[in-house]
């Protein structure tokens, strides 16, 4: 184990340290401020720390609140741009989801996807084969790592064999590839770890309110402690707004070139169910049939799917969206056309998410046309803004940051060479090796809860056997229909910054996603007072972060 290796659990990265982090904000002097940790910042913020910057990082909400951990849970190159003919998009894509597949394996899981030809449908066998073809060859052309597995032509007859429950009638076979699972918010988390454990301090519920300025030029920002209500200066030499769909309201000047507004925010909503009411096996693209748009049906975990998303534009709260009946009828009509014996009623959903992607305007496009690139530029008055993209880019889109900072020669002896932070994340490790180290450590797991816990936290699963000998308890689930066990609520609060309840369910862990609506004040009353013990809440904290939880749990169902 490396030195580093061994620093993430040594970091002082929690609640119990919140204070003495904003303390050194204030009192240093950084090369680089970043505003926004949801994962365009969060990649910036690593992409420094691995060229030896000092970094400082601030987001007004918790890590990953926005667009970061409401997006479809995917790793992938996004094979419906090639028809709208954006293969550079796509090789970005697919060679960065490769990458993370190889050194975040625990994280990053293949799943097969099935692209069907239907009778008098958009897409012929031609269309699907010529777009599987060009995704493969995009995805390992010149690149390092490789795609799990080339795509396959299959017969109606083995469609049928694969996915029985999808719909029959003009069903002319289709193909399977690949792409990947992945928990956006964990992911997220992740990378901040990953600076933060090089130097780099990083806080959430700070606001930036506004910049400091020495001759018209940018030189710190200004910020307000949203938990203490007390403010503060931060100073650095150059100041990044990450901030996604909040990016024009930090802005105070465009270049020429740039529209103002330059954001489009655009709605997205998912759908959760059990796997047994939707009936799918895998991941399936269809089309609405109400405007032809396509979206997907996902499998997540052995007992779960995803369906979505919508992509409507948005002018309301872009803190709060929230899914309402339109949005979930326009999913459910068309699921329910593809797989005819699907259960999805009201009554059977899960659970539910809104999020907001932060697109780059473009005239005359419509919301499902306009364009995931990422766009980077500075300000006259020297702030660098970077917006737009694709979650899966994100490494990606913060070298090609450095690549404007270093023509500005803002610091010395930072230039790398492309790909250089394409390392193996800290936190990784091979299945095989937690399976050793549990059988080791003499403590029994279900399966179900082992596989979990490999699958959500790698290496930090060893830290959780750990939190389990101290307490025999901790091993137990919250709740009894699902793999999420108390040492690992404890792991999070104790080794990444976890203020709330709602932070623990919405984005540390996928309780929100799993545990249903129903059970959902059941579900965080126990996480609740783990959550008091360690941090030694009163009754009327506890009572304030249920509540908190429960009252946005029944705003994603209000429909209902």
Request: charged share 30%; aromatic share 10%; hydrophobic share 35%.
């Amino acid at each position: 184990m490396t030195k580093l290796e061994e620093k993430i659990f040594d970091l002082g990265w929690n609640y119990k340290n919140r204070d003495r982090i904003i303390k050194r904000l204030q009192e240093k002097k950084y090369d680089i401020i970043v505003i926004g940790a949801g994962i365009t910042g969060a990649g910036v913020a690593r992409e420094a720390a691995l060229r030896d910057l000092k970094i400082a990082c601030v987001d007004m909400q918790d890590f990953a609140t926005g667009t970061s951990s409401r997006s479809s849970k995917l790793a992938h190159g996004g094979i419906r741009y090639l028809g709208h003919g954006e293969m550079d998009l796509v090789k970005e894509s697919t060679t960065e989801r490769n990458w993370m597949l190889a050194h975040l394996p625990h994280l990053v899981r293949p799943i097969p996807f099935l692209f069907v030809e239907l009778e008098g449908g958009k897409y012929k066998k031609r269309d699907i084969v010529g777009a599987c073809k060009i995704y493969d060859f995009l995805s390992d052309n010149e690149s390092e790592f490789k795609t799990y597995k080339k795509h396959k032509w299959y017969k109606p007859e083995e469609i049928f064999e694969m996915e029985p429950e999808f719909i029959r009638e003009g069903n002319k076979g289709g193909a399977v590839y690949y792409d990947n699972n992945v928990d956006d918010a964990r992911l997220t988390i992740e990378i901040l770890k990953e600076a933060v454990v090089r130097g780099a301090d990083i806080i959430n519920y700070c606001k930036a309110t506004g910049y400091m300025k020495d001759n018209g030029k940018i030189s710190g920002v200004k910020c307000k402690d949203l938990e203490n209500d007390g403010e503060f200066e931060m100073k650095g030499t150059l100041i990044v707004n990450a901030t996604g769909v909040w990016t024009d309201e930090l802005l105070e000047s465009y270049p020429e070139e740039i529209p103002k507004p330059l954001i489009r925010p655009t709605k997205g909503v998912h759908l959760q169910f059990k796997r047994e009411h939707v009936k799918n096996n895998m991941a399936t693209i269809i089309r609405s049939i109400a405007d032809d748009r396509a979206f997907f049906v996902l499998p997540r975990n052995k007992n779960y799917t995803i369906i979505g998303t919508t992509d409507t534009d948005y002018k309301d709260n872009l803190a709060n969206p929230f899914c309402n009946k339109d949005d979930a009828d326009y999913l459910i009509t068309s699921v329910k056309h593809y797989f005819p014996n699907a259960e999805l009623d009201y009554n059977n959903i899960l659970s539910t998410y809104a999020g907001i992607r932060p697109l780059v305007m473009q005239k005359g496009k419509s919301e499902s046309e306009v364009s995931r690139k990422h766009i980077i530029f500075f300000s006259d008055d020297g702030l660098l803004t970077i917006t737009g993209g694709k979650l899966t880019a994100w490494r990606n889109m913060a070298e090609d940051l450095f690549k404007k900072v270093e023509e500005r020669n803002f610091f010395p002896n930072i230039k790398r060479e492309d790909g250089y932070s394409k390392q193996k994340f800290l936190v990784s490790i091979d299945e095989e090796r937690w399976l050793k180290e549990l059988k080791n450590s003499g403590i029994k797991l279900d399966n179900d809860i082992s596989a979990h816990l490999y699958q959500q936290y790698g290496r930090g699963a060893l830290q959780i056997l750990e939190i389990i000998k101290e307490d025999e308890s901790f091993k137990e689930r919250i709740m009894k229909e699902n793999d999420f066990i108390k040492a690992e609520i404890i792991y999070c609060l104790r080794y990444e910054l976890t203020q709330h309840l709602i932070d623990i369910f919405c984005r540390r862990t996928e309780m929100s996603l799993w545990i249903s609506h129903k059970r959902a004040f059941e579900a965080a009353k126990k996480v609740a007072d783990l959550m008091a013990k360690e941090y030694n809440w009163n009754e009327e904290r506890k009572t304030q972060e249920i509540n908190t939880y429960v009252d946005y749990v029944k705003k994603t169902v209000s429909f209902i």
